[in-house]
């Protein structure tokens, strides 16, 4: 099968529905990158420089696909960067209050801290969306599971996005 370009594919549209100006239909295409495609990037360069090299590219994964399905068409000439500045697992799961804290605070949970920035077609930021985010350790599963700590990644860039999203789509 022959593949065609966007500039070609409005100019057999054009020609098909009898449009005068092949230029109108070309005008009507998309003029931005990214405008019709989801321009996402997710920079973890500051967990790998604090040697959390496999973690953090689990979790720029998981943050690159939950960021697909928070916003499948993307941002409509913007771009958005996510950049995660900090990722901490509990080392110990299912602590609870009953563990060595006796007050139950922030022995057994995880936190991911990060910023996103939406920027413009110019390249100016438009928007920031500074984020703190804590889940419970236990989140990912069953502590003994081999898969707990991918798990756990999982559900913090999915938390992540989750609230991202709110922030972003409430302005």
């Known amino acids: 099968m022959t593949s065609i370009s966007r500039r070609q594919f409005f100019i057999a549209a054009a020609s098909a529905v009898g449009v005068s ?14 405008a019709s495609t989801p ?4 920079d973890v360069e500051r967990l790998r420089s604090l040697g959390l090299g ?29 950049r995660i500045t900090s990722l901490a697992l509990s080392s110990y799961v299912g602590r609870g209050s009953r563990g060595g804290h006796g007050s139950g605070g922030g022995g057994d949970t995880d ?7 939406v920027i413009g077609a110019r390249g100016d930021i438009i928007s920031r ?15 003994y599971e081999p898969e707990n700590e991918k798990a756990r990644i999982a ?9 991202l999203s709110r ?3 409430k302005r």
């Open 39 to 42: 321009s996402y990037s997710v």
């Open 54 to 82: 496999p973690a953090a590219e689990w979790l720029r994964s998981a943050v690159t696909a939950e960021l697909h399905i928070a916003f499948p068409t993307g941002f409509d000439h913007r771009r958005l960067i996510v």
């Open 129 to 143: 969306h500074p984020q703190l985010l804590a889940l419970p350790s236990s989140s990912g599963g069953a502590w």
């Open 167 to 169: 922030d972003i789509l």
């Open 21 to 34: 100006s092949v230029a109108t239909a070309v005008n009507a295409a998309p003029r931005y990158p990214g």
């Open 111 to 117: 936190y991911l801290e990060g910023e996103a920035l």
């Open 155 to 163: 559900n913090l860039a999915r938390s992540y996005v989750y609230w």
